[in-house]
């Protein structure tokens, strides 16, 4: 896994730390109970802090699996 | 903090800890604000079991006129202009035009109106913690932004006699908006397109920023109680060994001016019950007849004791603490020499030591700011400004008893004691004594006002304050007891005993007054042993001839009349 995905998975944790870190990456908005519009700003949020980058509230919506967020981070601020 | 600080911090609460129930108002989404206001409020109170609730989203009055559990520690508003009228938000569009300005400010009027009398209604008991708005107006007003308008001082106008309604209440505070401009950023504190797509107004610094004034409120610092300060080039400009009383100097015109402002700041503290004190490498004949000068700005009166010579100071500070009687951790050091600061510091780390900026210019506002921090208080007690007197005569007292035996001594002394059970309850005094007394305290618990009030609604509870004086004068109120009265036995859930007040037999005269009062056989004491409650151990070791201590403590009135010392107060009690 790269250091991307890693750092991910510890904003991840922050947010839902009922998540184990194996199902982590297969997190997906339909099946974490804890991931409500709440959560989803929250996660924003910490990943912001932790990448030191700014998203787009636009895509909150979009943004709802693990996999799509690690896509959106490396499309739209090229980290990979 | 960083947001994912505060998650990680509320992901440790403790769920079996006692409840500190928060109520946050506020009108926008509050979910970070909530995420900060818990996490600074659990570093303040380790081990409570902390939850916040918010309000109703964009009701913020409606919120705070809910505000009716008995339960609730504190409620906390993030106000907001947008919560006064919704035009002054940028989620509605109302009307910026000149013909809404009236209806706006009579808007804002009613509802500050509304808040104040919500607030007034919330018991006292429940701590009010209120965050004046901290965010910009909305450029609705006709002039120019770089105009303050009539309209524009109208609303100011109405906010600011609002907050001066409502700091009268004592279990109100409001956040200081100037210190909140200072670590807050005034042009980046709105995240307007958060509050489009969210209702989240504030970027997250902001509401970080915020949610610690409110918690500093609700769980404010333990003030320190005395200063020990240096004399030359600290109190005043100048080493008056070297060039004379007459030539040091803390005036405009010589340039010094920074130890006049230290000089009148020690004053005021002093009249706020902050014990003062000398350590200085001097002679002490010169440093007595510089301070009895009389445009000296410290009354000398104010400064107890003198540690003038030129032995290390801190060995001066260490006779200080015993002739105080309190705790380093409660004392400030202030000398103009790192060095010296550092040789206090070695030997007591405990004692805050800080550098006097005799240099600095610069640094003179927030130095002398820290000071008024570090012992600030939202009120002054009458306690206080009895408690340096009390210290004199206590070393009066030390004094007059050497060579004499103690009941020889005692039974001269014109004592008194006065048990209070009719407003020792609702007297803030008992909690403050309950809350900062280490030394004789049954089990060192610390309570807020609502956990207070809530032991006190039992109808079977007793509190009872002891007021004493002699004939060196009046220690003012000194000891606190609660406790309550069931199937026979007393039970006593917290005793206290200020230091001040300790070998006058006080203890077991409070011991004999419950007894009596209560026609008991027994008493059961709510002990537990703490690193500082070495005095009320022995106290206790002594009249149970028990070693160690073992919790609950019981003491039958047998065996507290077989070990109590005869007692000479003249007693009474309301």
């Given at each position: 896994m790269n250091d991307t995905n890693q750092r991910l998975i510890k904003c991840f944790q922050t947010v839902f730390p009922d998540l184990s870190e194996a199902q982590i990456p297969l997190a997906q908005q339909s099946n974490t109970k804890d991931w409500d519009s709440v959560a989803a700003i929250t996660l924003v949020n910490v990943i912001e802090e932790e990448f030191g980058i700014e998203l787009d509230l636009d895509k909150l919506a979009d943004l709802d699996s693990f996999d799509k967020v690690s896509a959106y981070l490396k499309a739209e601020h090229a980290i990979a | 903090m960083k947001l994912t600080e505060a998650l990680k911090i509320n992901q440790q609460v403790a769920a079996d800890g006692a409840s500190f129930a928060v109520t946050l108002a506020c009108g926008f989404t509050p979910m970070h604000v909530k995420t900060f206001l818990t996490a600074h409020l659990l570093n303040a109170l380790p081990g409570r079991n902390v939850v916040v609730e918010p309000?109703?989203?964009?009701?913020?009055?409606?919120?705070?006129?809910?505000?009716?559990?008995p339960d609730l520690q504190a409620i906390a508003i993030a106000l907001e202009w947008a919560d006064l009228d919704q035009r002054l938000g940028y989620r509605q569009t109302g009307g910026w035009s000149p013909a809404d300005l009236t209806d706006i400010i009579t808007n804002v009027g009613q509802m500050l109106h509304r808040l104040d009398?919500?607030?007034?209604?919330?018991?006292?008991?429940?701590?009010?913690?209120?965050?004046?708005?901290?965010?910009?107006?909305?450029?609705?007003?006709?002039?120019?932004?770089?105009?303050?308008?009539?309209?524009?001082?109208?609303?100011?106008?109405s906010l600011v006699n609002f907050a001066a309604s409502i700091a009268q209440c004592s279990h109100v505070s409001i956040v200081n908006r100037q210190r909140l401009d200072e670590?807050?950023?005034?042009?980046?504190?709105?995240?307007?397109?958060?509050?489009?797509?969210?209702?989240?107004?504030?970027?997250i610094p902001h509401a970080d920023q915020v949610s610690a004034a409110l918690a500093r409120l609700i769980c404010p610092l333990v003030p320190k109680k005395g200063l020990i300060t240096d004399l030359d080039d600290t109190l005043w400009?100048?080493?008056?060994?070297?060039?004379?009383?007459?030539?040091?100097?803390?005036?405009?015109?010589?340039?010094?001016?920074?130890?006049?402002?230290?000089?009148?700041?020690?004053?005021?503290?002093?009249?706020?019950?902050?014990?003062?004190?000398?350590?200085?490498?001097?002679?002490?004949?010169?440093?007595?007849?510089?301070?009895?000068?009389?445009?000296?700005?410290?009354?000398?009166?104010?400064?107890?004791?003198?540690?003038?010579?030129?032995?290390?100071?801190?060995?001066?500070?260490?006779?200080?603490?015993?002739?105080?009687?309190?705790?380093?951790?409660?004392?400030?050091?202030?000398?103009?020499?790192p060095m010296e600061l550092a040789e206090v510091k070695a030997a007591h780390p405990a004692v805050e030591c800080i550098l006097f900026p005799k240099a600095d210019y610069a640094a003179v506002p927030a130095f002398l700011r820290n000071l008024r921090d570090l012992f600030g208080k939202s009120r002054i007690a009458e306690e206080d400004s009895l408690r340096l007197e009390s210290i004199r005569r206590g070393a009066d007292f030390q004094q007059?008893?050497?060579?004499?035996?103690?009941?020889?001594?005692?039974?001269?002394?014109?004592a008194s004691v006065l048990l209070d059970f009719s407003t020792a309850g609702a007297d803030p005094r008992s909690l403050e004594l309950v809350n900062k007394t280490n030394q004789f305290n049954l089990n060192g618990r610390r309570y807020t006002e609502n956990d207070w009030s809530k032991e006190l609604n039992d109808p079977s509870t007793f509190v009872v304050s002891v007021a004493y004086q002699d004939k060196f004068g009046s220690l003012g109120k000194v000891a606190v007891l609660r406790g309550k009265q069931q199937n026979g036995a007393l039970q006593v859930a917290s005793w206290v005993m200020s230091c001040r007040a300790f070998a006058r037999r006080i203890e077991f005269q409070c011991l004999r007054v419950l007894f009596d009062r209560f026609h008991a056989d027994s008493i059961i004491f709510d002990f537990e042993g703490t690193p500082k409650n070495a005095p009320l151990q022995d106290f206790f070791k002594d009249i149970l001839s028990e070693t160690p201590l073992v919790a609950p403590v019981g003491l039958s009135r047998q065996a507290f009349e077989s070990k109590c010392p005869p007692l000479y107060h003249a007693v009474s009690t309301n």
């Open positions: - | 309000g109703l989203y964009g009701n913020l009055v409606g919120t705070v006129e809910g505000t009716l559990s009398a919500a607030i007034k209604r919330i018991r006292p008991s429940t701590k009010v913690v209120v965050s004046l708005p901290t965010l910009a107006l909305p450029p609705v007003f006709v002039a120019p932004s770089f105009q303050a308008s009539e309209a524009e001082m109208r609303l100011e106008q670590v807050s950023n005034r042009l980046d504190r709105l995240d307007l397109k958060a509050e489009l797509l969210t209702g989240l107004s504030y970027k400009s100048g080493i008056v060994g070297e060039i004379g009383s007459s030539a040091v100097s803390w005036d405009l015109e010589s340039h010094s001016q920074i130890h006049g402002l230290y000089q009148q700041l020690l004053q005021a503290l002093a009249g706020q019950g902050v014990l003062l004190a000398i350590a200085s490498k001097n002679n002490l004949d010169v440093a007595q007849k510089t301070l009895a000068r009389p445009d000296v700005l410290l009354s000398p009166d104010k400064i107890f004791p003198l540690e003038v010579h030129w032995r290390p100071k801190s060995g001066s500070v260490e006779r200080i603490l015993k002739t105080w009687n309190i705790g380093a951790d409660s004392v400030i050091f202030v000398d103009d020499s007059a008893s050497e060579g004499a035996t103690p009941d020889a001594f005692l039974e001269q002394m014109k």
